[in-house]
């Protein structure tokens, strides 16, 4: 698993949801440098502080995990994993709202 890419995510993410690296770090109860260091690649977090960090970030470990994720051999839903794999967690939300609304349409 690439770290950078991982940190990269996490970054997004927390930028997206608003918070400062220290208020996420507190949130994990890590310290501040560490998520520094997480962020930019230098270091891997554990399993719980992964899944401490999706928490707090209210991102499915799936949208963390995009980059290392293998392809699924059918070219239309790995296009709609590549667009996901690059939008943050905002725009997966409106794109998962829209793909729901229009499979409700669909199915009448």
Known sequence: MDK??????????RKDAGLTG?????????NAAYLR????????PSLPLFASLCE???VSPSYLLA??????????????LELCKNASPQQIDLI?????????????
């Open 56 to 58: 707090a970030l209210d």
């Open 4 to 13: 950078v890419m991982l940190g990269n995510r996490i970054r997004l993410a």
């Open 67 to 80: 980059d290392a994720l293998p392809s699924s051999g059918n070219r239309d839903l790995d296009a709609l």
């Open 37 to 44: 260091q997480i962020e930019c690649g230098a270091k891997m």
């Open 96 to 108: 998962a709202f829209l793909l729901n609304a229009l499979a409700q349409y669909l199915s009448r």
């Open 22 to 30: 220290e208020k996420l770090s507190e949130m994990c109860n890590i």
